[in-house]
Structure formats: C-alpha cells, structure tokens
C-alpha cells in the first residue's frame, strides 16, 4: 500500500530525494506512516446478572425446612426479590450445586462482617428446594443468587472502546478510514465490555495502533485481510 499523509500519525520517516512505498520524496519532505487498524470481533453471549454470596447452611425442625442464611449488602439489596432463583455450592459437598429460592428478606438492615470489613447488610434465607442428608446445619454455603432473566449480550475487546469529550466510541472501518461511531455501553465482564449500541455485521469495529483523526486513512492489518 503507498504511503498517505495523516496529520495524526506519531511515526515519521524523514527522505530526501528518495522513492519510497512508490512515492517519490522531494528535498525535505517528511513521509508520515498510516496507522494499522486491526479487526475486532464482537461476540454475542448469553448472560444473568448475579450477586455472589456466602452464608450457613440452616435447618429448622425437618429435612425439608432447610435454607441458607445469608447477608446481602446495602449496596445490593435493591436487585433481590422474593422467589428469585439462586445456585448453592460449598466445600462440604464438592461437585453438587443445589437449587434454592428466595423465601425471606428482612425488614432491618444492621452490621455484618464481610472478611475483614464491616458493611451495613440485609439478612436474606434462601429455601433449598430439594435438600437432602448431605447438607449439615453449620456448613458454609457459597450463593450465586440470580438476579435477571438470561439476555444475549455484544462483547467487545476494552481496547476498541475510546473515549472523548463527547461520550464513548469505536472505530467502523470505512473505505479504509477510521470512522467515530459514538456507542453507549454497559456491563463489564472478564471478556469484554457490554456494546449497548446497535452495531451491524457490515460496520467493522476496528482497533487503531495509534492516534488517529475521525476519518482518517488506515491500513487494514495482513492477518484481517482475509475477515470477510
């Protein structure tokens, strides 16, 4: 590919009198290299939003009066609900995950230990749906408690997410140009940051290895040629 000009570009080769990439340099031109932009991949996932916890295994009178008494933080409280669905494993019982529901949340809030911080925490007893005589009063419980329906969501890379003055963005690969699409994003996961925004299978996402203006000329990477 020949060599273009952008204003932008932070490597510079000085020529004079010199062809280079087909073009040929006057006396004193400085020859500015095109940025490289890479094809990203957005993945579409399912995910549940959650709040993980920990609590003691507890027993009323019968086997079937079974629950985990947890506390769930200020900070949290407002995402649980009464009938919620939540997956129970612990150390005691490696390898079984038992189903529960929530059955209570109490009216008060007061001040638990949470390691070696203290927080302001709700108590909530989840019902073991199906206990059986594995399951001990005293044994510690780790909760994953579900907090929304199964969505499909967009991931992208953190990288290909920008920010400016004006919001958040990412670049769509245009007729060899770095396009600003403003996006609006959400939540952030091991693989990935949410793309609320609609982006469709013709915009290309692309990340730039270095600055560059809205609309300016990059070179498609040699290992994304073939993208299509």
């Known amino acids: 590919m020949k060599s273009k000009f952008n204003k932008f570009a932070v490597g510079t080769i000085a020529v004079c009198g010199l062809a280079t990439a087909g073009l040929l340099a006057a006396p004193g031109m400085v020859l500015k290299s095109v940025p490289t932009a890479t094809v990203v991949k957005v993945e579409k996932v399912e995910h549940v939003d959650t709040v993980s916890l920990s609590g003691t295994i507890m027993r009323n009178f019968t086997k079937e009066e079974t629950y985990v008494q947890t506390y769930v933080a200020e900070q949290d409280i407002s995402r649980v609900e009464i009938g919620q669905t939540a997956e129970i494993t612990g150390d005691a019982f490696p390898g079984t995950v038992y189903i529960g529901t929530v059955d209570r949340i109490s009216d008060t809030a007061s001040k638990v230990q949470f390691g070696n ?3 302001t ?10 206990p059986d005589d594995i399951l001990k009063q005293g ?8 907090t929304s329906e199964p969505s499909t969501m967009s991931l992208v890379p953190y990288e290909a997410v920008n920010q400016d003055d004006n919001g958040e963005y990412v670049y769509i690969l245009r007729d060899g140009k770095a396009e600003k699409l403003y996006v609006e994003t959400g939540a952030e996961l091991s693989g990935g940051i949410e793309l609320k925004t609609t982006v469709y299978d ?4 692309i990340t730039v290895d270095e ?3 809205n609309g300016g000329a990059v070179k498609l990477a040699e290992q994304e040629q073939a993208y299509d």
């Open 202 to 205: 013709s915009e290309k996402i």
């Open 117 to 119: 911080v203290q927080k």
């Open 211 to 213: 600055l560059v203006e």
């Open 139 to 146: 044994y510690t419980a780790s909760v994953k408690l579900i």
């Open 121 to 130: 925490a709700v108590e909530v007893k989840i019902k073991i749906d199906s």
